[in-house]
């Protein structure tokens, strides 16, 4: 019997959605790596190309059938280190400043081989399905070159898959490996040293990696995992189990997902140079560039969230908003993939943690981390977090709810009406390129009953079907054949072909009463309506957050890192096994641009750099704050009321102290740029008396016997050394 397409979802990406795939050339969605529209039509090859519509959607979304990896994560008990409050609550924690270091921009690529248009005959995963007329697939071209839109972006979001030197790009990360160029960093292997003298858990913990993914017999994740043992040996988190064991968790979520060795290694690292002595260069030397500058990457994400953490900045709509872009766009979008694996593990196991801090993170989870997983397209994840979250903040709601959700929730429904409605498609010969069926999660429930004020029975979408198809009249075909199978619930029928919304989103959708007369939510529509959904600007993430408002740079940056990103997992699960890979890898289709006359296009006027978001702390307080492309500190000191004629670059004040600090190191060039992601800290006010007028107005106050006002005290720093 043919495997149903549902079963996908159960299966990680390795085998994830297989079914050959028309990907159209489109006029709308041609767009090369730096952004530049054209109208060239893709190439097309009759060979296997994994879906674009499928797999993205497939990818990314929630599980029909429980995935394995949550239950596989949750076995493993519970485990919590709790680093970031063990840091300094102060922003001058000794690893910031390394971590803050504005150099290490290393081009690693996101992809292991040139971009080019030659077709990869694999990736036909075991749970491919059979669908009534299958439609054949062709293949997208994507066009690589320099300059752009993008650029700005790109080159600090995306590493060097947007850095596009052709040439580079060919001999990066695990090419450049198997090609021998980093020969004396890799491969040789004290492994056998590190193996024999590790820890016993250690070799439990690889063996259980290695049953729920095939990664782990990499030898060069087997490596970092070895050097994970060591450097985290005797570490423990708060349950007393080991630390790597949180490590191994990490990484398994990422490999999960379809990253490839260097992530997966990454994410065993992540916490080093946190947290253990070992050093950026030796990540380097052991493990190579693409390794440690993910790693780095990583720290400098912990230490902003950690920030924000502290001084509860996510909570406003705005700097949080600004928050998740300059998380995306200051470093790797691969090291926010592994931040976001960090999270999910540790929100899982979250119970360990007093319940203050449980609040804590959960809080900032729920407005950050919950937020980027949704940009970056990974459902699965976004969902987990905020259903941990919903259970930590609301857990009375929680409880309510799951006991409520166990009676009418049914599992098995989905999956028989994908297998009914398949049927009756083959029947009517009506030809589809994608079936898949979701519920929704407990907390997507929750906001929706709090949003519209409906009780649980009058969520019409907890069990839902998407069928995806070739065109508009495909899609009216389909409708009567799902009218047919089922009952429609009346009024709920929604033409969004004929009516497209106001963001361009288009669909059918109709409500009809499933097995057990449960209300079954089915969505049709076309592969290009599809990809509009998914990743214009009718996006999912988008049509989510509402109330938001984004500037266009930033609506396209995000476009842009979820593309790639999913790029990177799509080609990655196709070819687990890695190094030594040289068969040329291409993009799952290509990017989908805005057409001219968008109205939520990135305008030129835009610059081809964005804006710039960077942290600033002041009088205790954190804000995100934007800057237009090429704003230096000086821009920065006037918004802040601080400029002064005094700071020119020869005239900034000597005193260290009284210097604004850029990532730990006191500014000594007011005109120095700010960068994506920098941290500005400033000192105290300067008083616009001189110094010499304050210190004689203390000592006035002093010879009369009254104590000088605490405020002017406060703020005349220079005094106090
Ligand atoms: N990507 C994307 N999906 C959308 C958009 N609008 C609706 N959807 C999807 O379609 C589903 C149902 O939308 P509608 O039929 O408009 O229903 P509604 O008015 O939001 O209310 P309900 O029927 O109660 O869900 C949503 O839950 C989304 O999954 C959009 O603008 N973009
Ligand atoms: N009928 C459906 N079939 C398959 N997938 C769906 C269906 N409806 C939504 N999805 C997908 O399921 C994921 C979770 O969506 P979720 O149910 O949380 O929100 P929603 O249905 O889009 O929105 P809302 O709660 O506002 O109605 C998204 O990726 C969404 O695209």
């Not at 979304?61 to 970031?84: F, I, N, Q």
């Not at 028989?416 to 994608?434: I, N, P, R, T």
């Not at 799902?482 to 989103?505: A, F, M, S, T």
């Not at 995000?558 to 990103?565: I, L, P, T």
Request: glycine letters at 6%; hydrophobic letters at 35%; a negative charge.
């Amino acid at each position: 019997m043919a495997v149903p397409t549902i079963a996908l979802y159960a299966s990680p990406p390795s085998s994830v959605c297989s079914t050959p795939y028309q990907c159209h050339s489109h006029a709308s969605y041609d767009f090369d790596l730096n952004g530049r529209s054209s109208s060239s039509s893709s190439s097309t090859s009759s060979s296997s190309q994994k879906s674009i519509v499928g797999g993205l959607s497939s990818l990314f979304s929630s599980p029909t059938v429980k995935a394995s990896y949550s239950t596989g994560t949750e076995d493993l008990g519970s485990l919590w280190h709790d680093r970031g409050d063990e840091l300094s609550s102060s922003f001058r924690c000794s690893s910031l400043s390394s971590s803050l270091k504005r150099d290490h921009q290393s081009p690693v690529s996101v992809f292991q081989g040139p971009v080019s248009c030659s077709t990869s005959s694999s990736g036909i995963g075991s749970y491919s399905r059979s669908p009534p007329k299958r439609i054949a697939g062709d293949v997208c071209s994507i066009r690589s070159g320099t300059g752009g839109l993008f650029n700005g972006f790109v080159r600090h979001a995306l590493g060097s898959c947007v850095d596009h030197d052709p040439v580079a790009f060919q001999v990066l990360d695990v090419d450049s490996r198997s090609s021998g160029l980093l020969d004396e960093l890799t491969f040789n292997m004290e492994e056998g040293f590190l193996e024999s003298n590790s820890e016993p858990y250690a070799k439990t913990l690889l063996l259980g990696a290695q049953a729920r993914h095939k990664i782990f017999y990499d030898d060069f994740v087997v490596k970092a995992f070895y050097e994970a043992e060591k450097a985290h040996r005797g570490q423990v988190r708060a349950t007393g189990d080991p630390y790597l064991q949180h490590c191994v968790e990490t990484a398994v979520l990422l490999a999960t997902i379809g990253a490839n060795s260097t992530v997966v290694a990454a994410g065993l690292l992540h916490d080093t140079l946190d947290d253990t002595f070992m050093t950026y260069d030796y990540i380097f030397r052991t493990l190579g560039a693409g390794v440690a500058d993910l790693v780095e990457g990583v720290s400098k994400l912990s230490q902003l969230s950690k920030l924000a953490r502290d001084f509860d900045t996510a909570s406003k709509t705005v700097e949080a908003d600004r928050l998740h872009t300059m998380f995306l766009a200051m470093t790797d979008a691969r090291a926010v993939l592994i931040k976001l694996a960090d999270r999910l593990h540790n929100m899982i196991t979250l119970d360990a943690l007093p319940s203050t801090k449980q609040q804590r993170f959960a809080k900032e989870t729920l407005e950050i981390f919950a937020p980027l997983a949704n940009r970056l397209g990974i459902s699965t994840w976004k969902e987990q977090l905020e259903n941990q979250c919903f259970k930590h903040l609301n857990p009375d709601q929680h409880n309510e709810l799951s006991s409520k959700l166990m009676d009418s929730f049914d599992e098995a429904m989905i999956t028989s009406a994908v297998e009914k409605l398949e049927q009756a498609l083959s029947d009517g010969s009506v030809s589809y390129h994608v079936l898949s069926g979701r519920h929704k999660s407990l907390y997507s429930i929750y906001c929706k009953m709090l949003k519209k004020k409906l009780n649980m029975d009058e969520v019409h979408d907890i069990h839902g079907l998407r069928l995806i198809v070739e065109n508009e009249e495909d899609c009216y075909k389909a409708l009567q054949v799902v009218h047919q199978l089922w009952r429609e619930v009346p009024g709920r029928y929604k033409d969004y072909i004929e009516k497209p919304k106001c963001n361009g989103y288009q669909s059918l959708h109709t409500v009809v009463l499933g097995e057990g007369m449960a209300p079954l939510e089915v969505q049709i529509r076309t592969k290009e309506m599809h990809l509009q959904a998914e990743y214009g600007f009718a996006a999912h993430w988008r049509y989510k957050e509402n109330d938001c408002k984004h500037s266009s740079f930033v609506l396209q940056m995000v476009e842009w890192a979820r593309w790639v990103v999913t790029w990177q997992c799509e080609t990655m699960s196709r070819d687990q096994s890695s190094v030594g890979h040289t068969e040329s890898i291409q993009p799952p289709c290509k990017f989908p641009a805005h057409s001219e006359d968008c109205p939520f296009s990135c305008k030129p006027d835009c610059g081809t750099d964005g804006p710039v978001f960077i942290i600033m702390i002041e009088n205790d307080k954190m804000s995100v704050q934007e800057f237009a492309a090429n704003s230096t500190v000086k821009d920065l000191l006037e918004r802040a009321g601080r400029g002064s004629s005094r700071w020119t670059p020869y005239g900034f004040p000597l005193k260290e102290e009284l210097r604004p600090r850029l990532n730990h190191e006191p500014v000594s060039d007011p005109n120095c740029k700010l960068r994506m992601g920098d941290v500005i800290e400033l000192t105290p006010a300067i008083p616009h008396k001189s110094l010499t007028e304050y210190r004689e107005e203390i000592q006035r106050m002093y010879d009369r016997g009254v104590s000088p006002l605490p405020a002017a005290a406060n703020t005349v720093v220079g005094l106090r050394s």
